[in-house]
């Protein structure tokens, strides 16, 4: 079946660090890939989205790019604010199924940004 | 701006007791789902629908049902709540989208405390 592997945390860093977020994937087919952000206390937002290898998403400075032969879609941020503290989940679709049954998510980050 | 509403934000409820969450989309999707989310064990899906009428278990669908009577409208239905069943519960939708990734929209979530 399908999984996605990402690290839990909590991740903490500096005010304008850099970020990176790894994500690793198993899918039996073509998936669709997403990073989804938690801002506390509410739903997820759809970050960003790849749905093609060699795709690059991007949004709001955050970027990720799908990688086929490493099986990856690792989050980046050249540098991070306070207000990007937030749990961070990485998921797939696997439109075989014609997409309706659903996304697999990883367990999300927790990331905490310090002044 | 599309949406997708949860009925609650915070619920209360005693064990035993027979509890409906509710959730409505205004984007004419064609899926819906409930997860729910707990801390270390990420989102876990309860239930999906692809259709009025339709629904499919998910991994977790024990001690649920669901009720789609109409396409913009899911409702999750705890028979006899239990403690175990003190969460966070997250709606979505989705549609094959213009780049047929099915990325899922998500309600605000419903914190859910069962006494």
């Known amino acids: 079946g399908n999984s996605v592997t990402q690290m839990e945390g909590p991740v903490t860093l500096s005010e304008e660090a850099f970020l990176t977020i790894n994500c690793t994937y198993t899918?039996?087919?073509?998936?669709?890939l997403f990073w989804y952000v938690q801002y506390p206390g509410e739903g997820l937002q759809l970050l960003l989205k790849a749905t093609k290898a060699d795709d690059k998403g991007s949004n709001k400075g955050f970027e990720a790019t799908y990688r086929k032969e490493t099986t990856s879609f690792h989050l980046e941020k050249g540098s991070v604010q306070v207000s990007d503290s937030a749990v961070y989940f990485c998921?797939?679709?696997?439109?075989?199924?014609?997409?309706?049954?659903?996304?697999?998510f990883g367990k999300g980050t927790h990331l905490i940004i310090q002044p | 701006d599309v949406k997708v509403t949860q009925s609650s934000r915070y619920l209360v409820k005693r064990t035993g007791e027979k509890v409906f969450l509710e959730c409505v989309q205004d984007m004419d999707h064609e899926n819906m789902f409930w997860y729910r989310q707990d801390p270390g064990l990420g989102l876990r899906l309860i239930y999906f629908?692809?259709?009025?009428?339709?629904?499919e278990k998910g991994d977790i669908p024990e001690g649920y049902s669901v009720s789609r009577e109409k396409k913009e409208r899911f409702s999750l239905i705890l028979e006899s709540a239990s403690t175990n069943q003190t969460s966070m519960y997250l709606c979505?939708?989705?549609?094959?989208?213009?780049?047929?990734?099915?990325?899922?929209?998500f309600g605000p979530g419903t914190r859910l405390t069962v006494l």
């Open positions: 629908s692809y259709d009025v009428k339709m629904k």
């Open positions: 899918a039996t087919g073509y998936p669709s």
């Open positions: 979505a939708s989705s549609s094959p989208g213009t780049s047929g990734s099915y990325e899922q929209f």
């Open positions: 998921a797939l679709s696997d439109q075989s199924g014609g997409g309706a049954d659903g996304l697999t």
